[in-house]
T-cell receptor, first 109, second 115 residues
């Protein structure tokens, strides 16, 4: 069974601070995705990383995929209250996605 | 982009009754759909993989007789919670694959409350 460990579980920061969320596994994934979910809604895809060592930027969000394709990180620069939500990493294994436990981010103004 | 519509968004039912949740891919055909369950402030737990025209594949620990899945067409999968009990109360989410891993689109979820 492929497992994804996501940390931290909870993060409460002030507006303007930077943060990093980590996603680690002992298994290799063909690709890894990051989602953001707001209460009462389905997850929304932020990015898919496929190549080991890949770095993708989406405005203030920077995503990295480890060289061995076993881990990934999400870095948010100058967090804003609108970034508040549940962030989920998910690894593609076989024909389905394996989700990490999620990180609840709260950005206070 | 790909859109997945899930209905109803909220449902309250009495214990012992059955509830059907629909998941539709609106602008693409989905040979595979997935059903998840999510508890408050937790991640998504895969319940089953639904393939068009064949039986669903259930994850370990998920009762297939309780959570009936039907994927009769390339644009519709349904999840029926049979003989619902309060412990079945949860947020249920479907997703559909349009093609490749970037084609993973989620529905908006269904909040089921069994009283």
């Amino acid at each position: 069974t492929q497992l994804l460990k996501q940390s931290p579980q909870f993060l409460s920061i002030q507006e303007g601070e930077n943060l990093t969320v980590y996603c680690n596994s002992s298994s290799v994934f063909s690709s890894l995705q990051w989602y953001r979910q707001e209460p009462g809604e389905g997850p929304v895809l932020l990015v898919t990383v496929v190549t080991g060592g890949e770095v993708k930027k989406l405005k203030r969000l920077t995503f990295q995929f480890g060289d061995a394709r076993k881990d990934s990180s999400l870095h948010i620069t100058a967090a804003q209250p609108g970034d508040t939500g549940l962030y989920l990493c998910a690894g593609a294994g076989g024909n389905k996605l394996v989700f990490g436990a999620g990180t609840i981010l709260r950005v206070k103004s | 982009g790909a859109v997945v519509s899930q209905h109803p968004s909220r449902v309250i039912c009495k214990s012992g009754t059955s509830v059907k949740i629909e998941c539709r891919s609106l602008d693409f055909q989905a040979t595979t759909m997935f059903w998840y369950r999510q508890f408050p402030k937790q991640s998504l737990m895969l319940m089953a993989t639904s393939n068009e025209g064949s039986k669903a594949t259930y994850e370990q620990g998920v009762e297939k007789d309780k959570f009936l899945i039907n994927h009769a067409s390339l644009t519709l999968s349904t999840l029926t919670v049979t003989s619902a009990h309060p412990e079945d109360s949860s947020f249920y989410i479907c997703s559909a694959v349009a093609g490749g891993w970037d084609g993973y689109t989620f529905g908006s979820g269904t909040r089921l409350t069994v009283v």
